[in-house]
């Protein structure tokens, strides 16, 4: 099983579609999870960190499931900007600093 | 809102030369890091820095690569000779601690060996 699987997509919606993206992660002793944002040809940005409970931020919503070491990250009414690769990012534990990261899900969003 | 910059942008370097790519992380913060990303694949993890010696490296960093913070404030990728296949967008990042704190990420230089 890889470190951190991903769907590459595309995802194509329209704008105000709902989508979501799943993420699966292999080392349990995994804490802290993020999603990242990459837009073509640039650096990963932080979108948010996946807490426990789950959390929102604004149209976005990511939720962790540590008993199937899976996260998701729901985008509600989706906007031409949005448009990117969503990138779920796992450091294997507590003890290592490095960041996996998984191949991306591009999502293009149409007028 | 504080950034980390990294110069330069697109590197082009002959085979078999030295190239130092060159990073400012965020003035507070202590842990440094480098992944590299070759197009169209994943991004990877290289190396990590804390207290002026390295905390943790890959299978790819090998001893063609060299990290070293010279002052406060620059914190530089060395590659003493370079590869065909180390084609690709070099990223740095830095951040403040290690609670939970995420990672923040440079634009990165864009590295073609020809």
């Known amino acids: 099983r890889k470190e951190v699987e991903q769907d590459p997509g595309p995802f194509n919606v329209p704008e105000g579609a709902t989508v979501a993206f799943n993420c699966t992660y292999s080392n349990s002793a995994s804490q802290s999870f993020f999603w990242y944002r990459q837009d073509c040809r640039k650096e990963p940005k932080l979108l948010m960190s996946?807490?426990?409970s789950g959390n929102e931020d604004g149209r976005f919503t990511a939720q962790l499931n540590r008993a199937s070491q899976y996260i998701s990250l729901l985008i509600r009414d989706s906007k031409l900007s949005d448009s990117a690769t969503y990138l779920c990012?796992?450091?294997?534990?507590?003890?290592?600093?490095?960041?996996?990261f998984g191949t991306g899900t591009r999502l293009q969003v149409f007028p | 809102e504080p950034e980390v910059t990294q110069t330069p942008s697109h590197q082009v370097t002959q085979m078999g030369q030295e190239v130092i790519l060159r990073c400012v992380p965020i003035?507070?913060?202590?842990?440094f890091y480098w992944y590299r990303q070759i197009l169209g694949q994943k991004v990877e993890f290289l190396v990590s820095?804390?207290?002026?010696?390295?905390?943790?490296k890959s299978e790819i960093f090998d001893d063609q690569f060299s990290v070293e913070r010279p002052d406060g404030s620059n914190f530089t990728l060395k590659i003493r000779s370079t590869k065909l296949e180390d084609s690709a967008m070099y990223f740095c990042?830095?951040?403040?601690?290690?609670?939970?704190?995420?990672?923040?990420f440079g634009d990165g230089t864009r590295l073609s060996i020809l």
């Open positions: 990042a830095s951040r403040r601690d290690r609670s939970n704190q995420p990672q923040h």
């Open positions: 003035s507070n913060h202590l842990y």
């Open positions: 820095f804390y207290n002026n010696e390295i905390s943790e």
């Open positions: 990012v796992v450091p294997p534990s507590e003890n290592t600093d490095k960041l996996i």
């Open positions: 996946v807490y426990s």
